[in-house]
Structure formats: C-alpha cells, structure tokens
C-alpha cells in the first residue's frame, strides 16, 4: 500500500515538473518569434518593398557619360531623392581596334546597362540619345527625353580654322558612317580616317598629330566645358546631324510606373517629338551604326519639320535628301505618333531615291 502512494506521489511530481518545462519551452519560442519579427532586415510589409526614395543610376565611366550621369542625378537630388551611380565599362569602350559598324553598332554602348535594368542592379540608364540602338530589348522603354543641347557637329583642329581651310589631302579622323560621307561631299579630296576612343581619347590623338583635324559633337564638348576647342560648327545642311544626337534619354524598366512617373517630369515635349521622328526615319530604315544616316527634326510645338539624308559610301559625294513638314495634334500623345508616322514617311522618300536599308544590330 505505501509503495502504491509513493508511486503515485511520484507521477504527480513528474507531471508537473513536465508542465513547467513544457511551458517554459513555449515562453521562450515566443520571445524568439518576437525578437525575429523586430529584425527590420527582413521586413516585407508592402510599405517596405514599394519605397521610391532612393535609385540607381547605371551609365558608362567615361568622362562625358559620368557628367551626363551627375546631371540627372542633380535634378532628381533637387527633388529629395537618394541617388548611386553605378559606373561601368561597356564592349564599345573596350573594342577601339575595329569599327563600330564591324562589331555591332553603337548598341555595344548599351548593353551591359540595358542588363544592369533587366537583373534589377540599377533602376535607370542615362544614354546619348544617338547611341541607343531604335529597337529596345523587350522589358525596357525610353522613359523621358531631356532638353537637347546643340545638335550640330563641331570641327576640331589646332591648325585649319574650317574643313574648307584644309590643304588637299588632309587627314580627318571620324569612325562615324555618317559624318564620313557627308564629309567625302563637302570635300572629296580629304583623307578620312579612324578615330575611336571616348572624347578626351579623340582629342589626345588630335594633339599627338595623328590627324589634321577631326569631327565631334559639339554638346559633349560644350557639356565638358570644351567649348574653346572649337574652330568652327558645321551647319545642319552642311553637316546634317544623326537621329537623336544632343539629346539625352533615360531608359528604365517598362514596369517602375512610379519611376517612370517621376521622369515624366523631366521630359521635354519639343525635344521628344524631334528625337521621336528622326529615329523613326533610322528605324524604318534598319537603324544600325552602318548607316550613313543623318536625321534632324525641329519642333515649335506646332509644327514638326524633319530633314534626312543618305550616302552611298560607294560612290562618294552622292547623297538622297527628303524633307517634310507635319501639323501636330494639340494632344502630345497624338503628336508622338504622328512624329512616328512622319519619320517613316521620310524612310520612304529616301529609299524611293535609292537609300538602302540594313538590318539592325
């Protein structure tokens, strides 16, 4: 009978001392659940995932892509955001023993930020409009176009005040299609030779003697601060410009609608509906870095007139030329299709005259 009690005294003991374990075991898995839910490393509250305070610039490192880079930075800082810049080396600025229309066209300058946008390591890409190829991988939209700086070519030289001072058979350094046949035009006796590199590169080997003169943009030359390097500025019917150059464009991920949003802000209507028809032209036309293209387009805000021209690197001196002038809609989303529509009118012209189409790289 007693050793019934003590047993039974035992299982009590047991049972409780299993109780108090047991709810100290629970005590201490909410305490932990508690701490882990205060982490704010891991807080997915959508508050959390839908912050817009703060992105990511991704643009090339030379010297003119980084200004252009600290520019939007500037305007987006201006309105109180957080803004990196992610610096990078594209394949057009590692391939300057070849030329661009040999290695895959100026969109060699895009890729690696166009994937930067795709893998989410940057959230917007700032571009020369000129070198953002016509047709964007899929995912990814020109968000805005900033004003245009001058859209004109600039003659650079530390000897010959204009091309025309040139003595016969002078050397002028351009790896541009474009600007080689208009120049073969304006002066078929010149030599006209490679020239790659970024600008500073360009102007460094000007200096070194290696050319009589060469050929540059004047906006990136202005935006440097480099506007004393210029001899002289070519005319837009001496030297027709190519589509989009002086202009910047933002290209972003088709779905950052809050993104996008905000760089409608930025967005210059006149410059757009121009760049939006001189590119259509290229487009329609193949639209890759061997085409010896120019198109430039004025806009008033009322009127959009487009001017472009072909040359035959074959037969030089020979050139096609259309122009046209378009009414716009007082709605800017109506006037952006009727630039495209003019643009491809314009392709039509030119190919009419015998301009040849090439695929796009």
């Given at each position: 009978?007693g050793?019934?009690?003590?047993?039974?005294v035992?299982?009590l003991?047991?049972?409780?001392?299993?109780?108090?374990?047991?709810?100290?075991?629970?005590?201490?898995?909410?305490?932990?659940?508690?701490?882990?839910?205060a982490q704010?490393?891991?807080?997915?509250?959508?508050?959390?995932?839908?912050?817009?305070?703060?992105?990511?610039?991704?643009?090339?490192?030379?010297?003119?892509?980084?200004?252009?880079?600290?520019?939007?930075?500037?305007?987006?800082?201006?309105?109180?955001?957080?803004i990196?810049?992610l610096?990078?080396?594209?394949?057009?600025?590692?391939?300057?023993?070849?030329?661009?229309?040999?290695?895959?066209?100026?969109?060699?300058?895009?890729?690696?930020?166009?994937?930067?946008?795709?893998?989410?390591?940057?959230?917007?890409?700032?571009?020369?409009?000129k070198d953002?190829?016509?047709?964007?991988?899929?995912?990814?939209?020109?968000?805005?176009?900033?004003?245009?700086e001058?859209?004109?070519?600039?003659?650079?030289?530390?000897?010959?005040?204009?091309?025309?001072?040139?003595?016969?058979?002078?050397?002028?350094?351009?790896?541009?299609?474009?600007?080689?046949?208009?120049?073969?035009?304006?002066?078929?006796?010149?030599?006209?030779e490679?020239?790659?590199?970024?600008?500073?590169?360009?102007?460094?080997?000007?200096?070194?003697?290696?050319?009589?003169?060469?050929?540059?943009a004047?906006?990136?030359?202005?935006?440097?601060?480099?506007?004393?390097?210029?001899?002289?500025?070519?005319?837009?019917?001496?030297?027709?410009?190519?589509?989009?150059?002086?202009?910047?464009?933002?290209e972003?991920?088709?779905?950052?609608?809050?993104?996008?949003?905000?760089?409608?802000?930025?967005?210059?209507?006149?410059?757009?509906?121009?760049?939006?028809?001189?590119r259509?032209?290229?487009?329609?036309?193949?639209?890759?870095?061997?085409?010896?293209?120019?198109?430039?387009?004025?806009?008033?805000?009322?009127?959009?007139?487009?001017?472009?021209?072909?040359?035959?690197?074959?037969?030089?001196?020979?050139?096609?030329?259309a122009?046209?002038?378009?009414?716009?809609?007082t709605d800017?989303?109506?006037?952006?299709?009727?630039?495209?529509?003019?643009?491809?009118?314009?392709?039509?012209?030119?190919?009419?005259?015998?301009?040849?189409?090439?695929?796009?790289?």
């Amino acid at each position: 009978m007693g050793i019934w009690i003590e047993l039974g005294v035992f299982g009590l003991v047991f049972l409780f001392a299993w109780h108090q374990f047991h709810d100290l075991r629970k005590e201490k898995e909410k305490r932990m659940m508690n701490l882990n839910s205060a982490q704010p490393s891991i807080d997915r509250s959508p508050a959390a995932s839908e912050r817009h305070s703060d992105y990511v610039i991704a643009t090339r490192e030379s010297r003119l892509a980084m200004w252009q880079a600290e520019h939007v930075k500037s305007l987006l800082v201006a309105q109180g955001y957080a803004i990196d810049i992610l610096g990078m080396t594209t394949q057009g600025d590692q391939r300057l023993d070849v030329s661009l229309s040999k290695v895959g066209g100026k969109g060699l300058f895009v890729k690696e930020l166009e994937s930067a946008l795709l893998e989410s390591r940057a959230d917007l890409a700032v571009h020369s409009l000129k070198d953002v190829p016509m047709t964007l991988p899929e995912g990814l939209t020109l968000a805005c176009v900033l004003p245009r700086e001058d859209p004109r070519d600039a003659w650079v030289s530390a000897s010959y005040a204009s091309l025309f001072d040139l003595p016969q058979g002078a050397v002028v350094g351009t790896s541009s299609l474009r600007r080689t046949v208009l120049l073969k035009a304006l002066r078929p006796d010149l030599r006209i030779e490679p020239l790659r590199g970024n600008l500073d590169t360009r102007l460094q080997k000007l200096d070194a003697g290696d050319y009589d003169g060469i050929v540059l943009a004047a906006a990136g030359l202005r935006r440097l601060g480099l506007s004393d390097r210029i001899r002289a500025v070519f005319s837009v019917s001496q030297m027709p410009p190519a589509a989009g150059q002086g202009a910047l464009g933002i290209e972003t991920p088709d779905g950052a609608s809050a993104l996008n949003q905000l760089l409608q802000g930025l967005n210059d209507p006149k410059t757009q509906l121009a760049t939006t028809a001189e590119r259509a032209v290229s487009r329609a036309l193949g639209g890759s870095c061997s085409m010896p293209l120019a198109a430039h387009a004025e806009c008033n805000g009322k009127k959009l007139m487009l001017h472009a021209v072909w040359g035959d690197p074959e037969r030089p001196g020979h050139l096609v030329q259309a122009s046209a002038t378009k009414e716009l809609a007082t709605d800017h989303a109506t006037a952006l299709q009727q630039a495209n529509v003019l643009g491809e009118f314009i392709a039509e012209q030119l190919q009419a005259q015998g301009a040849l189409c090439t695929p796009v790289h």
